[in-house]
Structures are given as C-alpha cells and as structure tokens.
C-alpha cells in the first residue's frame, strides 16, 4: 500500500500547521535529543526536524519519537535509503532540500508525508502536477527571500510554502505575513551553544517566544 501525493501532502500541512516555526536540529550527541525535544514541545513548537547531517540523527529521531506531544521528522532526505532508514527511526514526517522522482515514490511506498523543497516557479509547479501542494521554499534567503516567495505566490495560490534557509528572527515576520506561507523553518530557536551547555529552559524559552508569531497574523 502507498500513500498518494494528495493524503501525502494533507498530512505534511497538518504538521505544519501546527505551530508558526519547524525547528531545524542538527543533533551531534543523542543523549541531549530527549531534553532538547521535551524543551520545544513545552515551549509550543511540536513539529520537529532532524536533519540527517550527523551520525546521531538517526537515534535522536528514536528517542524524540518517545516524547509526549512531539512530531518528528527526518530532514536533509536525499536518497529512498534516507526515507527507509528515516520512516524506521520513528519519523512521522520526511522533508528534503529539493525533489527527485525516486525521493518521492520511495516516500509514497514508506508512507511517509514528504514536505519537498522548491526554489521556482517550475519547481513548484512540477511538484503541484503529481499532487503536492504543501512545499518548503529552499533557500528561501538565497532564492530571494519573502519578496521572491510573494512574486511566486501570486500566480500559484494553491501552493503554501514552509520557507527555510536563512530564516532568522530579523526576517521571520516579513515570511510569516504572506498569505502562501504557513508556516517557517528555523534553527534559532535550538543554538548550538545551549544545546551544549544543557540550557533547556532556556530553549524553551526561544521556543515560546517563537510559537507566539502566530498571534500577530
């Protein structure tokens, strides 16, 4: 059984309609994944991306998957072994950086709701053509930032967009007020300083002050 594009991309949305920001976690030591998780969800950011970067990850997807109230996923999702060895860790979610026909039936066969990376217009309209209509914009900085992502907006309304890729609290508000984005990835909100140093309450804190972007819309 398979999962189609449509209920594929319907769950992704859900996911990210959860809170205003996906934190982005390049996890080096597993042992912090559990704290590190149970200091956003508290904070009110439950959707989670772990990015397949260290050789942690995997494990820290496992052990995140545990914590009451989170939804993790597996980031930086290049090849079908990525998304079988991700979908196994415990992740409910994969996100990829781009698109690629084999990324995607392999998510379809795993069943694991795919957020696809675009960067264009044609991008997004070929990921639009085989049913996706939930996307992360990547990189959203580099691509041009908001204005880009409203210029994209205006003759595609039916794509809503995650922009990820140099979203930092300086830019975040100008993303978030654009009627295509739900929702925006960032990876201030867990530094690598604190996570080191243990200061969950303190990323718990970030987490708070980010998940309250939503009021503001």
């Known amino acids: 059984m398979t999962l189609s594009a449509k209920a594929a991309s319907k769950r992704t949305r859900d996911i990210c309609a959860l809170a205003p920001i996906v ?45 009451a109230g989170g939804h993790v996923g597996a ?7 990525d998304v079988r060895v991700a979908k196994a860790a415990g992740a409910t979610f994969g996100v990829s950086p781009g698109a690629t026909d ?5 998510c379809e066969e795993e069943e694991l709701p795919l957020l696809p990376g675009a960067a264009t217009a044609s991008e997004a309209m070929r990921l639009l053509e085989r049913g ?12 041009g930032g908001a204005p880009a992502l409203k210029a994209i907006g205006a003759p595609l309304p039916q794509i809503t967009f995650c922009p990820t890729g140099g979203v930092s609290p300086a830019n975040v508000r100008a993303y978030l007020d654009l009627p295509n984005v739900l929702c925006a990835g960032g990876s201030w909100v867990a530094p690598q300083d604190k996570i080191a140093s243990g200061d969950w309450t303190g990323i718990e804190g970030l987490a708070r002050e980010a998940a309250q972007l939503a009021r503001h819309r």
């Open 23 to 67: 934190p982005v976690l390049v996890i080096e030591d597993a042992g912090n994944a559990r704290s590190l998780a149970e200091a956003l969800v508290a904070g009110g950011l439950p959707a989670l991306e772990v990015t397949l970067r260290t050789p942690a990850a995997l494990e820290a997807i496992r052990v995140m998957s545990e914590v």
């Open 75 to 81: 980031g930086t999702l290049i090849t079908p072994e």
């Open 102 to 106: 084999a990324l995607i039936a392999a």
């Open 132 to 143: 996706y209509d939930m996307l992360k914009f990547f990189p959203a900085e580099a691509s």
